[in-house]
Every structure is written in C-alpha cells, then in structure tokens.
Antibody
Framework: EEQLVESGGGLGQPGGSLRVSCAASELSFSSYAMAWVRQAPGKGLEWVSTISGSGGRTYYADSVLGRFTISRDNSKNTLYLRINTLRAEDTAVYYC??????????WGRGTLVTVSS | QTVVTQEPSFSVSPGGTVTLTCGLSSDSVSTIHYPSWYQQIPGQAPRTLIYSTNIRSSGVPDRFSGSILGNKAALTVTGAQAEDESNYYCVLYMGSGISVFGGGTKLTVL
C-alpha cells in the first residue's frame, strides 16, 4: 500500500531554519510530482509548494516564495521542505501529498512545526 | 491575488442532500481548473474525494458527486450520513504549477 510519512517537525526559533521530510513507500516515487500543504492551528489548508517528478521544476505559493525550498531525493524516495527565516505564522502541520493530474492523490499524516522563542 | 471562495458552514439533515460550492473571486470556475475536493475530520489528514471536477477517488461512496454549477464547482452529498459531518475543501489549479485551496466549509449533519 502506498504511504507517505512526514518527519522533522518540532520547535524552531524565529529567524532560524528547519527541514521537514516525507518518506514514500510502495510508490513509484520519481514518477510523480509531490507537494507540501500546511495547516495552521484552527485554520484551513494552504498549498505551499510542488516539485516535478525529476525535481527539475519547482513552484511556490507567494506567501513562502524566497524562504522555502522544496527538493527531493529520488534515490531515497524522500521529499524535503527547507524553511528559512522562520516566522510565527509558519507554525502549522505540514502535509506532504502525491500529485496526480493537478490534484492531491495521497496524503501523509503530517508533521507539526512550531515557531516560538 | 487569487481567492477561492467556499461557504463557511452548511447544515443538512440526515438523509438529506446538500451542495457545497467553490468559486473564484474574479473569474468563473471551469474544468480547466481541475476542481478537486477533500474531506478533513479535525485532527486527521485530508482525504481525497473528487478530482478533475467529477471523478470519485477510490473508495469514496457514490453519494458524493462533483460538478460545475453555473460559474462554480460543486460538491453534492446525496443522502447525507452522520459520518459526513466534517470540513470540506476545494482546490483549483491555476496553471503554472499553482494550486489554491478554498477556505473550507464546515458541514454539520443534524
């Protein structure tokens, strides 16, 4: 069964950096674009970023452009999201998702990032 | 800035039918936006219900259906059940790799 498992969340300092990961299993990982979607506490879902299957194309929401970097290692079946210059408003559950034909086909359970001093 | 609009909340009686909508602040929604719908129970990961306007994801009951109604995408629940009480989100694909979520609709079944 296809599965996505996020990790790497935790407490980050304002202005600091954090990297979250998403491990894929039972999935032809390199064949699919992958995305990050976040959800601040008590708020709705927000698309953050998408990366093509090869990793050659990346896309970002305006709200994170310049601070977030999406990447992938197809040899490890793993997706990453680097968050720089952490802000309080980055506090959220970060979900990774498999992208198929412009929709989110499979979701992980998420990892919580908390930004606080 | 693209804004995707959804009703903040909706109520339906058990066994009843409800239609949730998904609009664009400055344009009409059509199939080129590949409307998709997701169900999320608080505290859980989202679940994919509908993609490409009207295709049900694997395992989704056929009481859920998607369509374009007028200038909006729509999710209809026919014969609502107690377990359908949840938050529902639509997503529109805006091209160039950009997807935008609506604010979500909280559906109450009572």
């Amino acid at each position: 069964e296809e599965q996505l498992v996020e990790s790497g969340g935790g407490l980050g300092q304002p202005g600091g950096s954090l990297r979250v990961s998403c491990a894929a299993s039972e999935l032809s990982f390199s064949s699919y674009a992958m995305a990050w979607v976040r959800q601040a506490p008590g708020k709705g879902l927000e698309w953050v970023s998408t990366i093509s299957g090869s990793g050659g194309r990346t896309y970002y929401a305006d709200s994170v452009l310049g601070r977030f970097t999406i990447s992938r290692d197809n040899s490890k079946n793993t997706l990453y999201l680097r968050i720089n210059t952490l802000r309080a408003e980055d506090t959220a559950v970060y979900y990774c998702a498999k992208v198929v034909v412009n929709y989110f086909d499979l979701w992980g359970r998420g990892t919580l990032v908390t930004v606080s001093s | 800035q693209t804004v995707v609009t959804q009703e903040p909340s909706f109520s339906v009686s058990p066994g009843g039918t409800v239609t949730l909508t998904c609009g664009l602040s400055s344009d009409s929604v059509s199939t080129i936006h590949y409307p998709s719908w997701y169900q999320q129970i608080p505290g859980q990961a989202p679940r994919t219900l509908i993609y490409s306007t009207n295709i049900r994801s694997s395992g989704v009951p056929d009481r859920f259906s998607g369509s374009i109604l007028g200038n909006k995408a729509a999710l209809t629940v026919t014969g609502a059940q107690a377990e359908d009480e949840s938050n529902y989100y639509c997503v529109l694909y805006m091209g160039s790799g950009i997807s935008v979520f609506g604010g979500g609709t909280k559906l109450t079944v009572l």
